[in-house]
């Protein structure tokens, strides 16, 4: 049985997130792991996996329980997810964009400001959302970048929605929109448009598209380095009606918890910190000769062997302390430090991750470089994590190193 990334006793571990966590193992492990290499072979999207996650309720994780999910908060939510990227990174990967649209409709917006109308609209909207998860296996994307600087967070969405009638019209594009093609409901990122104004972040409205919805269509080829599962091609919306009633969050809504809940941001590094762990767990039972499908050959006793396994190691252990602080951390107004170690536990994961499958790689010697071997997989996915907006590991650098230097409001003269 794979030890857990997260020992619960030495993490302090709810026993809600012991047995959570355990739960995605048992998955991954039993149905993800034996199918990662198809997805990565095809570029195909992992349907047969979201079928199976349905059926475990996983696709339900973050919805809360009286509503017929498993009820996660984010650091539950996140450890999960961590234990699925160690056997299948671009399942997790996807499962993230799917989640999010519960956990930032769920618990993260509970902690938000709004008023007594406002939110009972939103609880009654968010209900039928969770209701198609649950019931019908949906599953919803969350298209994030188009090119510029909106998906950094420095600039208003293009993607635009022009109020009418019942509802809005949608006008825009996404790229690298992961599930497209795939997904039932595109959790939209646009601006509302206003007369005679500029666009505006503070406008930014989440809108579930469906699928089929007149003017939407899904273009280009899709052959990347890694990642390959995720089927992040372009989204293209034309003169598409959204009925008011699909909106994920209410007007305003987004830009307070972009504001006030940054740590929303981070839930992408789950899947690498899992990818971190594979490695190392591959090339520990590569060096010891366990590793299916290698002949039974011990190689540990070299001295630079056990040199690069310790380097490993700590990367790894460095890692996990720093990343398991931010996410027990994540909440409403956190301090300047701890926005600051967020990003530090973004980048320690995106970069330390493919770090350690680098090693590994180098370690293990050409067999690992054979596709017949998971590692050469998780080498390629390690390395996509540090362009990931909106903290890419660049990203996370000039925010840190700014942030560090200047209280808010400070200027040079």
């Not at 070299?302 to 994540?330: C, D, N």
Request: glycine fraction near 8%; aromatic fraction near 8%; charged fraction near 20%.
């Amino acid at each position: 049985m794979t030890a857990p990334i997260f020992d619960p006793a030495a993490f302090r571990l709810t026993p809600e997130e012991a047995a959570l966590t355990q739960r995605v193992r048992d998955f991954g492990e039993r149905v993800l792991a034996p199918r990662a290499a198809r997805w990565d072979r095809e570029a195909s999207f992992p349907t047969d996996n979201y079928r199976d996650m349905h059926a475990e309720g996983l696709l339900a994780i973050c919805v809360p329980a009286d509503q017929g999910g498993l009820g996660a908060g984010f650091r539950a939510y996140c450890l999960a997810a961590a234990e699925m990227g160690r056997f299948c990174g671009a399942t997790a990967l996807t499962w993230n964009m799917h989640v999010c649209s519960t956990l930032w409709t769920g618990v993260l917006s509970d902690d938000l400001e709004m008023d007594s109308a406002t939110r009972a609209l939103h609880r009654e909207r968010r209900a039928a959302h969770y209701a198609r998860i649950v019931r019908d296996g949906a599953i919803y994307s969350q298209p994030f970048s188009e090119g510029g600087a909106a998906a950094a967070g420095a600039a208003a969405f293009g993607t635009t929605a022009r109020r009418v009638p019942g509802g809005f019209v949608v006008n825009g594009r996404k790229i690298f929109a992961s599930l497209a093609g795939h997904a039932d409901f595109y959790g939209i990122l646009c601006t509302e448009t206003h007369t005679d104004e500029r666009l505006s972040r503070r406008d930014t409205l989440y809108l579930a598209i469906p699928r089929d919805a007149a003017g939407v269509t899904v273009e280009g080829d899709w052959d990347p380095l890694g990642m390959r599962g995720t089927v992040s091609r372009n989204l293209v919306f034309r003169d598409v009606f959204v009925a008011e009633h699909e909106a994920l969050m209410p007007p305003g809504i987004y830009f307070q918890a972009a504001s006030r809940w940054p740590h929303m941001f981070l839930t992408l590094s789950p899947t690498y910190m899992g990818l971190a762990q594979a490695a190392y767990d591959f090339c520990v039972r590569y060096l010891r000769g366990e590793q299916p499908g290698t002949p039974p050959v011990k190689r540990r006793m070299y001295p630079t062997k056990q040199l690069a396994v310790a380097q490993m190691r700590v990367m790894l252990e460095q890692a996990k302390a720093l990343w398991f602080q931010s996410i027990t951390e994540a909440g409403p107004d956190p301090t300047k430090d701890q926005v600051m170690r967020a990003l530090a536990a973004q980048h320690a994961v995106m970069e330390g991750a493919n770090g350690i499958a680098t090693l590994a790689l180098r370690t293990c010697g050409g067999q690992a470089m054979l596709k017949s071997l998971p590692l050469e997989r998780i080498y390629r996915d390690s390395r996509c994590g540090a362009l990931m907006l909106p903290w890419t590991a660049e990203l996370c650098l000039d925010r840190i190193g700014r942030d560090a230097l200047y209280e808010k409001g400070e200027v040079d003269a």
